[in-house]
């Protein structure tokens, strides 16, 4: 393979709020190395239908507060078929793309990984989702904007659920993993959290909520998408025939989590991963998604990435239990 001269940036799959930092890393570290960039319109429908555009530092000024992909984004299913996929590495070598990187989740990094084994494209990841479900970094980029957003959400509904001794059931995101329920239950205090993770039964559930009343007025129950007991609705419909008296409403916060400008944490996580993913192209990885671990730069293949399940940290699911006594 020769050298790396010309390198495409797409974004795809749910978009993360810090997704536009880590393009602006991607283009001006690639401009302080004099390497050339584009932009990659729509994921990998952008490839497949030739739809680039050229990126110079200037380009990306005053984003890095943004929300959203200027670069917008698609879960492409043209790309599934081999057809669309000769279709997008044609794209790149009539523009002259050395080398992608890739900024998504796992369905980002799949399609990553069959360019590569496929076509033998040099294909780099960042890690941009809010569900923070990818193995081989400890954050995505967009989860802490995301948790952020729900523990605003949830503070607001602390204030009238105890105005009116409510139980409220409030839905995150996160797909099938509860990172997202996890860390926004420990930040808003609330009093129970279900996960995906876990086999917790409406039984133990209700229990709980029932000791929870003689103490507590109001009662908060983070519910993740991806529970198997169902969403915050089902759930509380449930929960509902064992409390016919108690007043509970539900809220399911959806699209709100993955928009907003991203916190400061996101920016630099952004800001750090993007950088990175030139200069390891540079020193000549691909393959492999650049993430943070234990605070230094790691990279790791794309079947780890996304074949390996990362775990919820253990103590902070007993802790949702202890902080509610
Ligand atoms: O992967 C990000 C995510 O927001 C998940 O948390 C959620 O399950 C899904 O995307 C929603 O997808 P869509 O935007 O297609 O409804």
Do not use: W
Request: charged share 20%; net charge negative; aromatic share 4%.
């Amino acid at each position: 393979m020769g050298p790396v001269r010309h390198i495409g940036v797409l974004t795809s799959g749910g978009d993360s709020p810090g997704m536009n930092a880590a393009i602006r890393a991607v283009v001006r570290t690639a401009a302080f190395r004099g390497i050339r960039v584009s932009g990659i319109i729509g994921g990998y429908d952008g490839l497949v239908n030739d739809h680039l555009r050229e990126l110079g530092p200037r380009d990306v000024s005053n984003i890095i507060q943004r929300g959203g992909t200027i670069l917008r984004s698609a879960r492409s299913e043209a790309f599934r078929t081999a057809e669309g996929r000769t279709q997008a590495v044609a794209t790149m070598a009539r523009h002259g793309l050395d080398a992608l990187v890739a900024i998504g989740g796992d369905g980002t990094f799949t399609g990553a990984k069959v360019l590569l084994d496929e076509h033998g494209c040099r294909v780099i990841g960042l890690p941009g989702t809010i569900d923070n479900d990818l193995a081989g970094t400890d954050r995505t980029i967009g989860f802490d904007t995301a948790v952020n957003t729900a523990v605003e959400a949830m503070d607001k509904i602390r204030d009238t659920a105890s105005s009116h001794d409510r139980l409220f059931f409030v839905e995150v995101m996160g797909r099938d993993t509860g990172f997202i329920a996890l860390a926004s239950a420990i930040a808003s205090g609330a009093e129970y959290v279900m996960l995906p993770e876990l086999c917790q039964s409406i039984d133990q559930l209700v229990k709980e909520l029932s000791q929870a009343s003689r103490l507590k007025s109001s009662s908060i129950v983070v519910v993740a998408e991806g529970d198997e007991q169902g969403g915050a609705v089902a759930i509380s419909e449930q929960v509902r025939k064992f409390l016919p008296d108690r007043d509970m409403r539900v809220t399911v916060l959806g699209h709100l989590q993955r928009g907003g400008s991203p916190t400061a944490m996101d920016r630099i996580l952004a800001s750090r991963l993007g950088s990175a993913a030139v200069e390891q192209l540079l020193a000549g990885e691909h393959g492999c998604m650049v993430g943070e671990v234990n605070g230094q730069v790691r990279t790791t293949s794309f079947a780890e990435a996304i074949g390996k399940r990362k775990s919820l940290q253990e103590d902070l699911i007993a802790l949702v239990g202890i902080l509610a006594t």
